[in-house]
Nanobody, 123 residues
Framework: QVQLVESGGGLVQAGGSLRLSCAAS????????MGWFRQAPGKERQFVAA????????YYADSVKGRFTISRDNAKNTAALQMNSLKPEDTAVYYC????????????????WGQGTQVTVSS
C-alpha cells in the first residue's frame, strides 16, 4: 500500500506561481514513477507531468510545458510541481499519483492517488 498527501494549493492571481508538494509513504521508491494530474469541474482527470527513476526522465502536457517543472527527492519520498506563469485555465484540483503501468498519460494507468489540493487562478 502507498499513501500520498498533497499540499501547497491555494488562490493566486494570473501570472503568479505556486509550488505543490506530494509526500509518499508505504511501498515507495525511486523505481516508481510519480505524476501529477488535475481535474476541473465537469471535466476528465488530465495528465500534467510525470517523472521517472532518479529524475532523468520527465514528461509534460503541452499545455504546461515551459511553465511547470516536476521534481522528486527520493531520499525524502517527495515529489513537487513548481507552477509558474499560472493562467485561469490552470484552475483545478491537482492530484499526485504513483505506481503507473502502461500509458502514463492516462489516469487509468496509475494505481495510487492522493486526496487532491485545490489550485485557483484568478484573472
Amino acid at each position: 500500500q502507498v499513501q500520498l498527501v498533497e499540499s501547497g494549493g491555494g488562490l493566486v492571481q494570473a501570472g503568479g506561481s505556486l509550488r505543490l508538494s506530494c509526500a509518499a509513504s508505504g511501498r515507495t521508491g525511486s523505481t516508481y514513477p510519480m505524476g501529477w494530474f488535475r481535474q476541473a469541474p465537469g471535466k476528465e482527470r488530465q495528465f500534467v507531468a510525470a517523472i521517472y527513476w532518479g529524475g532523468s526522465s520527465t514528461y509534460y502536457a503541452d499545455s504546461v510545458k515551459g511553465r511547470f517543472t516536476i521534481s522528486r527527492d527520493n531520499a525524502k519520498n517527495t515529489a513537487a510541481l513548481q507552477m509558474n506563469s499560472l493562467k485561469p485555465e490552470d484552475t483545478a484540483v491537482y492530484y499526485c499519483a504513483t505506481h503507473a503501468s502502461g500509458n502514463v498519460y492516462s489516469h487509468l494507468s496509475w494505481n495510487y492517488w492522493g486526496q487532491g489540493t485545490q489550485v485557483t487562478v484568478s484573472s
